[in-house]
Nanobody, 115 residues
Framework: QVQLVESGGGLVQAGGSLRLSCAAS????????MGWYRQAPGKQREFVAT???????NYADSVKGRFTISRDNAKNTVYLQMNSLKPEDTAVYYC?????????WGQGTQVTVSS
C-alpha cells in the first residue's frame, strides 16, 4: 500500500507564495509520474501539474508561469511551488502518483487565497 501525505497548505494573501510537499511511503522512482490536482468547492477535481520519472513536466494553462513542480528522489518527495497566487487558486490540493495502471491519491491539503 502506498501512502502520499501532502503538507504546506494554508491561508495566504493574493500575490503570495506557498510550497506544497507530497511525501511518499515508497521510492518515488518507482512511479511513472507524480502530479498535483485541485478541487474547489462545487467544482470537479482538475489537473494542475505533473512530473515524470524523466523530469518532464506539464502544467495546466491556468498555472503556467506561476507554479513549478519538482521532485527530490532522495527524500521521496514531490513539491509544488506556487507563486503569484490568486483567489481562484483556492482549493484542496491533492497529490497523485501513477505506477503502471495503479493510481494513488493523498488526502489533500487546503490552500486558501484571500483577495
Amino acid at each position: 500500500q502506498v501512502q502520499l501525505v501532502e503538507s504546506g497548505g494554508g491561508l495566504v494573501q493574493a500575490g503570495g507564495s506557498l510550497r506544497l510537499s507530497c511525501a511518499a511511503s515508497r521510492s518515488i522512482s518507482s512511479f511513472n509520474a507524480m502530479g498535483w490536482y485541485r478541487q474547489a468547492p462545487g467544482k470537479q477535481r482538475e489537473f494542475v501539474a505533473t512530473i515524470t520519472g524523466g523530469e518532464s513536466t506539464n502544467y495546466a494553462d491556468s498555472v503556467k508561469g506561476r507554479f513549478t513542480i519538482s521532485r527530490d528522489n532522495a527524500k521521496n518527495t514531490v513539491y509544488l511551488q506556487m507563486n503569484s497566487l490568486k483567489p481562484e487558486d483556492t482549493a484542496v490540493y491533492y497529490c497523485r502518483a501513477v505506477r503502471v495502471i495503479q493510481i494513488y491519491w493523498g488526502q489533500g491539503t487546503q490552500v486558501t487565497v484571500s483577495s
